[in-house]
């Protein structure tokens, strides 16, 4: 047997749902990376794109073929990429502090693709880098920044930016320390935001014409429901609850924001869980991203698995298709 084979036995975990009991299985599929993010399901293409931050790269797994590309970002540590909507090959995504264009076809790695720098954010201050971003339900591009420099990071410097559809940045949150976990209801009138160090999931009313954002409320405390380490990526599934990857918590959790309630816990082979996205023809596959920065090297031998790419199966769950950003 090969160690994937091995592994898929050892993390076939029994649980119970309710009164029936159900399998999941937690396959790893690619890394392992330093810093993996940013998982995006393209629905055209079937295939999974993610980026490693750090390394500057994005990239595209196919699960038909198991076959990894990658492109290379040179402007500074990417932190998200999104497809553009009717546009081939081409992505939206935050490097250092520029908001780019980048043409890219995945079907092979290109080292140097062809880059357009669409604006630049935190012109007011150094050491700061873009994090998590999303397309919000109008297709505009949300990202968030944070302060962070050769590793180091610090609290108070970030801030949360929604982009028109000409790449100008508006202010929406500011000021963050480390901006993640954007989703949105179904009903397109509820954001769901995280703040990592603030250890909580929080709600805003959310105006799908004006994009603004109001009322903010918190859904879940880690601190109240005795959880370890810090909420990272988020997605939401078809039934409007929250999945939320637990940073140096090595779980993602799913909660039901109206109850606030913490409704299921799936327990990953890596401590530092970064996000989450629901991937596969039928959505119903939880890709999982995680990083195996600023482990000693004991734990990535506790850890063989830190800072690779999973997809869970068997949830019984499903997710809906990821917006693309309608940038000009
Ligand atoms: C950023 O760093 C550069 C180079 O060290 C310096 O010239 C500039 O004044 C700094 N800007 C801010 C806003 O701190
Ligand atoms: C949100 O806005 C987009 C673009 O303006 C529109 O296509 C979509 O139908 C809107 N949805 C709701 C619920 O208002
Ligand atoms: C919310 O927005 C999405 C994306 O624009 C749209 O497909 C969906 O129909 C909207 N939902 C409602 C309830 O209008």
């Given at each position: ?54 390394k ?64 630049t ?17 109008a ?16 609290n ?11 790449g ?59 959880i ?25 959790i ?17 401590a ?57």
């Amino acid at each position: 047997m090969d160690y994937q084979t091995i592994l898929h036995l050892f993390l076939t975990i029994s649980f119970v749902i309710g009164r029936s009991s159900q399998q999941i299985s937690i396959e790893p599929i690619a890394g392992p990376y330093t810093l993996s993010e940013g998982p995006y399901w393209d629905k055209e293409n079937n295939v999974l794109y993610f980026v490693d931050i750090p390394k500057q790269n994005i990239y595209c797994f196919n699960p038909e073929t198991k076959h990894i590309t990658h492109t290379h970002l040179s402007l500074g540590p990417v932190g998200v990429a999104v497809p553009k909507a009717g546009k081939p090959n081409t992505f939206i995504a935050g490097s250092g502090t520029k908001l780019v264009q980048v043409l890219w076809d995945p079907k092979s790695d290109n080292l140097n693709p062809t880059v357009k720098v669409l604006a630049t954010v935190d012109v007011d201050r150094n050491g700061t880098r873009f994090n998590d971003g999303k397309v919000d339900p109008a297709g505009r591009f949300w990202a968030g920044t944070m302060g962070e420099k050769n590793g180091v990071i610090t609290n108070g410097q970030g801030t949360l930016y929604r982009f028109d559809n000409n790449g100008t940045p508006t202010k929406i949150l500011s000021p963050v320390s480390i901006s993640n976990g954007l989703t949105w209801n179904h009903n397109n009138d509820t954001f769901y935001y995280i703040d990592s160090p603030t250890r909580e999931i929080v709600s805003y009313n959310y105006n799908n014409i004006t994009g603004d954002i109001s009322n903010k409320c918190t859904v879940f405390s880690l601190e109240e429901n005795n959880i370890p380490g810090a909420p990272d990526g988020m997605t939401i599934d078809k039934a409007d609850n929250l999945w939320i990857a637990i940073y140096n918590g090595g779980r993602v959790i799913q909660v039901e924001p109206k109850s606030g309630k913490l409704l299921r816990t799936v327990n990953l082979p890596a401590a530092e869980i970064t996000s989450v996205a629901f991937g596969g023809s039928n959505f119903d596959v939880l890709y999982v991203t995680s990083a195996s920065q600023s482990l000693t090297e004991e734990q990535l031998k506790e850890q063989p698995y830190a800072g690779y790419v999973f997809a869970v199966h068997g949830l019984g769950v499903s997710g809906e298709e990821m917006l693309a950003s309608k940038m000009n």
